[in-house]
């Protein structure tokens, strides 16, 4: 099973950009690039919330709704690693954020489809 690792978070400022990064480690089994992806995130005491998904190969990409174009998902898959990039961070941007991995395209938001799950990264926005 993959092993994931976020990294990235950290204490910004509103206003600014900030790249998290989701390394993944499939050991011996199957490739990096035949998961579809995902990043979420959790304010303690809320639902995971879906922020953004990605094929396997790159090419599909999906978003929830009131992502106001502030949030672009990527991978590289020769260095194994998904991405997450969120332009002008707001205070409500604060909160736990996990990349998780899946065998299939679709139902995107369903956190229970996800197989694997990295122990999250923390990002706290100040004003």
Same mark, same amino acid.
């Given at each position: @099973? #993959? @092993? %994931?690792v976020e990294? &990235? $978070? &950290? %204490? #910004?400022q509103a206003g600014d950009s900030l790249m998290l990064t989701c390394a993944a480690n499939? $050991? !011996?089994g199957r490739s990096f690039s035949t998961y579809t992806m995902g990043w979420f995130r959790r304010v303690p005491g809320k639902e995971r919330e879906f922020l953004a998904a990605i094929s396997g190969n790159g090419k599909n990409k999906y978003y929830r709704e009131s992502a106001n174009g502030r949030f672009t998902i990527s991978r590289d898959n020769a260095k194994d690693t998904l991405y997450l990039h969120i332009d002008n961070l707001i205070r409500e941007d604060t909160a736990d954020y996990y990349c998780g991995a899946k065998n299939f395209w679709g139902r995107h938001s369903d956190y229970n489809d996800y197989l !694997? *799950? &990295?122990? &999250?990264? *923390?990002v706290t926005v100040s004003s």
């Open positions: @099973q #993959v @092993q %994931l990294s &990235g $978070g &950290g %204490l #910004v499939t $050991g !011996s !694997s *799950w &990295g122990h &999250g990264t *923390w």
